[in-house]
């Protein structure tokens, strides 16, 4: 079991940026995929980007490409997503995700992107 808690979310400007993070514990941090994912109220959660255990092996969401980029550090128990040239459609909230044989999710962010 893995406890996340995650920070970083606000208010920020279309095409500004914005460095989520997720603290993790326990010692088995680096056994874990990492994830983050967004989601509206009433609407499905959505997959945003992934990282392997060894922080070789990025995924995105087609969406994200090319702005978003997510990062872990093991000796920390931290992984983050930097956002950049932010869009009004990506304001949502956050949540960081670790997964192995199930998946934990933390309490989320909310991140903010006005016009």
């Known amino acids: 079991q893995v406890q996340l808690v995650e920070s970083g979310g606000g208010l920020v400007q279309a095409g500004g940026s914005l460095r989520l993070s997720c603290a993790a514990s326990?010692?088995?941090?680096?056994?874990?995929?990492m994830g983050w994912f967004r989601q509206d109220p009433g609407k499905e959660r959505e997959f945003v980007a992934a990282?392997?255990?060894?922080?070789?092996?990025?995924y995105y969401a087609d969406s994200v490409k090319g702005r978003f980029t997510i990062s872990r550090d093991n000796a920390k128990n931290m992984v983050s997503l930097q956002m950049n040239s932010l869009k009004p459609e990506y304001t949502d909230v956050y949540y960081c995700?670790?997964?192995?044989?199930?998946?934990?999710w933390g309490q989320g962010t909310q991140v903010t992107v006005s016009s």
């Open positions: 326990g010692r088995t941090f680096s056994r874990y995929t």
């Open positions: 995700s670790a997964a192995r044989t199930t998946n934990y």
């Open positions: 990282i392997s255990q060894g922080g070789s092996i990025k």
